[in-house]
Nanobody, 114 residues
Framework: QVQPVESGGGLVQAGGSLRLSCVVS????????MGWYRQAPGKERELVAS???????NYADSVKGRFTISRDNAKRTVSLQMNNLKPEDTAVYYC????????WGQGTQVTVSS
């Protein structure tokens, strides 16, 4: 079955950068939309950025101009380049793969210190 696996989280100072990666393993289902979501303590999970198979992107207003999402269809990967990180970006970041159904990854922690 389809299973996204994230990597690349960590601790960074405000103004720094991190790159998250997600590889979708398992079934050969065509992945239509891949997305990054985040959930901070006490808050609901929210969309950060998404990208369709034809590279149409969508970003949350809070990350526009700082984050860039990209994907490699052949490798079934999606990446999130995060620049100029702020303390409010601190959260667990989840990868989601949509293919008629959908699957979530296990999440990776991003912590931005002030």
């Amino acid at each position: 079955q389809v299973q996204p696996v994230e990597s690349g989280g960590g601790l960074v100072q405000a103004g720094g950068s991190l790159r998250l990666s997600c590889v979708v393993s398992g079934s050969s289902w065509f992945i239509n939309v891949m997305g990054w979501y985040r959930q901070a303590p006490g808050k609901e999970r929210e969309l950060v950025a998404s990208i369709t198979s034809d590279a149409t992107t969508n970003y949350a207003d809070s990350v526009k101009g700082r984050f860039t999402i990209s994907r490699d269809n052949a490798k079934r990967t999606v990446s999130l380049q995060m620049n100029n990180l702020k303390p409010e970006d601190t959260a667990v970041y989840y990868c989601k793969a949509s293919y008629g159904s959908m699957r979530w990854g296990q999440g990776t922690q991003v912590t931005v210190s002030s």
